[in-house]
């Protein structure tokens, strides 16, 4: 089912017009970089434009590009899916007691997105009995993909990805994410961190990830996430050949904690918890 088909010579049109747009085949790889393809084309259309930014009960933005962008993903997946269930950040869970289900970010980095900065992505996984199988991250202003699946590798625009082979946490480069968060709820872990890796940069969302699986980066520390923003990005690191848990170095599931450490070796990922916990 995951045979790494890619879709390049399809047609790119709106997602609203996806029977058109829906290749001729039951891959879901195939159906997934479609989907992340025309995503990122529909966000574009918002980039650096009149947002309606509104804000939820936990204060996280949300824009009129998440709601738009998640809806027609929904929209496609419930057509060209109707037996699977639905997990998106804007508009919750739907079929839960399904075998088969899609994860959406329809922008991981609202923040990002709404001051104009580049480095917000699209989110979109897949999972068979609660295992993930697939992962996409889709950086709309960079033109690039990332694609990863279980057991079969990862890509970045269709060329092979692995991450690097570093092992020693002090020769690393290390981002943190959510940085400030974890300044404010872990202050002991936060002094650690600043002192930890050759190189350490303080960082948000998906991309930290993805560079990750591309060998830029050997670790991320990362901290407050939903299920739709560490599911995908773990098919990818993992497909890469690193290594992704939550903090307690357990694999990561639908009911994880959000909290989660990421390394290019198995090695380094190891350390990396024995700093975390202290």
Not at 141 to 162: S, V, W
Not at 213 to 233: E, N, S
Not at 261 to 275: D, F, I, Q, S
Request: hydrophobic fraction near 40%; charged fraction near 20%; glycine fraction near 12%.
């Amino acid at each position: 089912m995951l045979n790494g088909e890619t879709v390049t010579g399809l047609p790119r049109p709106d997602l609203k017009t996806e029977a058109e747009a829906v290749p001729q085949t039951d891959d879901i790889t195939a159906h997934a970089l479609l989907i992340a393809e025309l995503a990122s084309e529909t966000v574009r259309g918002f980039f650096r434009g009149r947002l309606g930014v509104e804000f939820k009960e936990d204060e996280s933005p949300v824009t009129q590009a998440d709601k738009a962008v998640e809806a027609e993903v929904r929209a496609y997946l419930e057509q060209n899916f109707p037996g699977h269930g639905i997990l998106g950040e804007e508009h919750g869970f739907a079929g839960t007691d399904r075998d088969d289900v899609w994860i959406i970010d329809p922008i991981d980095g609202t923040r990002s997105f709404l001051s104009g900065h580049p480095l917000f992505g699209f989110l979109l996984g897949f999972l068979q009995g609660g295992q993930p199988q697939l992962g996409v991250i889709g950086m709309p202003t960079l033109g690039e993909t990332f694609l990863g699946l279980r057991g079969q590798g990862a890509t970045l625009n269709d060329k092979p990805i692995h991450v690097s082979g570093q092992t020693r946490l002090d020769q690393s480069v290390l981002y943190v994410n959510e940085g400030d968060k974890i300044h404010r709820d872990h202050p002991g872990l936060f002094a650690r961190l600043m002192r930890a890796g050759q190189t350490r940069r303080f960082s948000y969302d998906c991309y930290p990830h993805a560079l990750l699986a591309a060998g830029h980066v050997d670790a991320v520390v990362d901290y407050d996430l939903q299920p739709y923003d560490y599911l995908p990005v773990s098919v990818v690191v993992e497909a890469a050949g690193g290594v992704i848990t939550d903090w307690q170095g357990k694999p990561l599931g639908l009911e994880s904690d959000g909290r989660v450490a990421a390394a290019a070796t198995p090695r380094l990922h190891t350390e990396l918890l024995a700093l975390i916990k202290g």
